[in-house]
Structure formats: C-alpha cells, structure tokens
C-alpha cells in the first residue's frame, strides 16, 4: 500500500468513526445544555441512596407528619395546561419526601409510572387549578394519593415544588 491509500485509509476511518464518538458524547453531553431536561439519567451512587437532610422537631398546634428528611428529587415537568383556548405551559420540579430509606429504591424501580402518573395529573389541571396555594395544595395532595396508590414499602409523605411556574 502506498502512501495516498494509507492516507485515504486513515481518513475513511476517522470519517466513519468520529459521528459516532460525536453522538455518544453529545448525547450524554447536549441535553445538559437545555434548561427543560426530558429525564435526567441516574448514576449508581444516586440510585443507592436518598438525599438526606437533618430531622428538625416540629413544633406548633397543628397535627403534621414528622419530617423524614429522606428526599428524592423526580425531576422537572413540562405540560400544556388543559382546556386553555390559549397555548398555556405549566413547568414545576418536584421533589418527594419519603417515609423511609428503603421506598427510594422501589421509587426508582418504579420512576417511569410514578412520571407518568405526575405528567397525567399536571396535564389534566385547568389554570384556575394551579393558579393559587389552595389550588397547589390540592394538586400536592392529589399527587401523593396517586403515587402512594402505587408504592408498597413506604409512602411519600410530602411532596415540594422548587419551581412552579404557569404561562
């Protein structure tokens, strides 16, 4: 083989195999980008264990749930809000409280009907029923019920919304 074939070789080759080292890297890479991830892929160590924060008593005379601090973070949602004549998105992360340690495991095992259970109950709300705190109370509670109806080690005992935002 001369020189011009090995060249042309080597370049055929760099040719065939740089799209591919391009779309595995961009895959893993490019939806980082976008501030509307469509599921965030879990590591092993993130699948092992819950987010965890320090108890705190409770204290008031109101009857609450004692806080767990054993937290797990499902994601960021985006749906149309229904029956709007008008093209209107609701965008919310959601993180859930759970009882125990051991419910982040079957949570896990579980994240494609607990989505689909969050994204049919977001996506059936009108905006009058997302619009004020009653109304994201209701949607809390809503939510929970749903997901509890699913789960058999544990329950989620609080559900919080770090961003909630309706257009």
Known sequence: ???????????????LVAPLYTQVYMRKNLFSLFSFPAHSEKT???EEEAYEMPVEEET???TEVKSTGIYHKIGTFVVNIA???????????????LSEKGVYKEINKKDTVIRDIIIGILSSKDFPEIEDIKAKDN?????????NSKLE???VINIYFEEFVAQ
């Open 60 to 62: 008031g005379s109101e």
């Open 139 to 147: 949607l809390r509670r809503e939510l929970m019920d749903a997901i």
């Open 44 to 46: 092993g160590a993130e």
């Open 153 to 155: 080690t544990g329950k």
């Open 83 to 97: 029956h709007t004549e008008a093209q209107r998105f609701l965008k919310t992360t959601i993180t859930l409280e």
């Open 1 to 15: 083989m001369n020189r011009k074939e090995l060249l042309a070789l080597l370049l055929g080759i760099l040719i």
